[in-house]
């Protein structure tokens, strides 16, 4: 955070469950210890700290003790001011959500941050275009994906990266969204993700583009006017 905040970031984001290990990769761990308080648990703290701390604003992730994978902001006095519940929960081999979190109860907020209205979904949602379209609709002009994506265990040869890329940018064309993919990086339990974190602009182009395999930190200036220029084709 320090090094994008040096470059002149005004908002950072991280990666889904951001201060937590990716459990999921088993239908039978016991997820009380990585169960938090949105407001007052280890991530709020931590994030709270870090948007004070530099003055930016940032967006994280974590496991709410509710029941549901959440994504949240905070301003650079560290106060909370965006909540949104993962709505799409996957189910699959070493991606066993479903036996831990319950789809999202969140009616798509578009939240005011650093100055820009941002929806704040949740990788797997990346799936579901209608998602994308209904909050370009509500007026969002940047959606961020906190994500956690690797290889397919049941398909060992098949390498997804390629679509999950595709499939995020070409919702950004069709909602006239910036779109920010935080993906994590390594090899947990066996499962190994692939990073690639990006982000990308309402007329398809690649602004900034991560390595599969080492953490970066990505830098981009956003320019609004592609939104209007896309809008009136």
């Known amino acids: 955070m320090f090094s994008a905040t040096q470059q002149g970031a005004k908002l950072v984001c991280l990666q889904e469950l951001t201060l937590s ?98 929806g704040l979904p949740t990788c797997y949602d990346q799936w579901f275009p209608e998602l994308s379209r209904i909050y370009g609709l509500k007026g969002a002009e940047i959606l961020v994906y906190p994500t956690a994506i690797g290889g397919e265990p049941t398909a060992p040869g098949f390498d997804s990266q390629p679509m999950w890329q595709k499939v995020m940018v070409a919702q950004g064309i069709m909602s006239n969204t910036f779109i920010i993919a935080v993906n994590r990086i390594g090899c947990e339990d066996g499962l190994s993700f692939y990073g690639s974190s990006f982000i990308s602009t309402p007329m398809g182009e690649i602004l900034v583009q991560a390595p599969r395999n080492e953490p970066a930190v990505l830098v981009a200036e956003l320019d609004f006017s592609q939104r209007e220029l896309w809008g009136r084709l």
């Open 21 to 118: 290990p990716y459990f999921c990769t088993r239908s039978d761990v016991d997820p009380t210890p990585y169960m938090e308080d949105i407001a007052t648990g280890p991530t709020a703290q931590f994030v709270s700290q870090m948007a004070k701390s530099n003055q930016i604003h940032i967006t994280a992730s974590l496991f709410e003790k509710a029941g549901y994978n959440t994504a949240v902001a905070f301003n650079p006095q560290g106060e909370l001011i965006a909540v949104t519940r993962k709505q799409h929960i996957p189910s699959g081999e070493k991606y066993h959500e479903n036996f831990y979190f319950k789809p999202g109860d969140s009616n798509y907020p578009v939240h005011t941050i650093a100055g820009h209205y941002l």
